[in-house]
């Protein structure tokens, strides 16, 4: 049977989004998503998550309170057959709620599946993550395509880049790529990628005005560094408010010989 696309009637195949494990996809995506909603990171009906495992991605649907969301609003979709439409525009889902719409944020979810090998990516709306976009336009053009911190703790939050191993130090500088917004959300795939590939170990985007993308190679890496990513903005944000620098030199401190 041919797998339905956007303009189909889809094949139930409610058997994917049907598991008593809590952390089979279609169960951990709406428990993350009320997580989230209480964190303020997916008010209203934006932001969500996606879960790879292994060919088949499950999606947060369009325009559903994250905080109500169930397993049976969960789209479906294999990474073989897209790869294989004629249309990349036009996603082949093996599993579509009728009573819902996709997300808009799929094909930048699948930017992060097939060119890092995600096998989670976390969209939030956090109000850190706007502000901190808010602060470097405000620097003007030039100054305001990255956002740039060092010597802070929670940066060993981040792994040090696509197929490296280890995390990131407290001395190491933290940047992260800012995109600009478009009216339409799945307009921003082509710059994401774009910026994949200026910032080859990047997990994350930021999108001026909007929110930020974060990946991991797994849900436990993704939601730790989308958590140490929105404390580090909110950090930023005060520091700013106290006229304190996101970029200091500090000379590392050493043990003392016994």
């Known amino acids: 049977m041919t797998p339905p696309t956007d303009g189909q009637a889809a094949d139930n195949n409610d058997h994917l989004v049907r598991s008593d494990n809590p952390d089979h996809p279609a169960n951990l995506i709406p428990s993350l998503c009320a997580k989230f909603w209480k964190l303020g990171w997916v008010t209203g009906t934006g932001g969500g998550a996606s879960i790879r495992e292994d060919d088949l991605v499950y999606l947060a649907p369009s325009g559903v309170q994250k905080e109500l969301m169930k397993p049976s609003d969960i789209y479906v979709l294999s990474l073989t057959a897209q790869a294989q439409s ?3 525009r036009q996603r082949v889902y093996l599993r579509r709620p009728a009573a819902h ?3 808009q944020c799929t094909p930048l979810f699948l930017a992060a599946f097939t060119r890092r090998r ?10 850190w993550a706007v502000l901190v976009t808010l602060l470097l336009e405000a620097q003007g053009p030039g100054n305001d395509r990255e956002f740039r911190i060092n010597n802070i703790e929670q940066i060993k939050g981040f792994g040090r880049g696509f197929e490296k191993s280890g995390n990131l130090g407290y001395h190491d500088t933290l940047v992260i790529p800012v995109i600009e917004n478009t009216a339409h959300e799945e307009d921003l795939t082509e710059f994401l990628e774009e910026a994949m590939v200026k910032y080859p170990d990047t997990y994350a985007v930021l999108v001026r005005r909007h929110g930020v993308y974060v990946w991991g190679e797994n849900v436990h890496k993704a939601k730790t560094q989308c958590e140490s990513l929105d404390y580090l903005f909110q950090l930023a944000v005060e520091m700013k408010r106290l006229n304190l620098p996101w970029i200091t030199d500090i000379e590392p401190t050493t043990p003392k010989k016994s």
């Open 101 to 103: 719409k996709p997300s």
């Open 86 to 88: 004629l249309s990349q």
């Open 118 to 127: 995600a096998g989670c990516c976390i969209h939030t709306h956090s109000h």
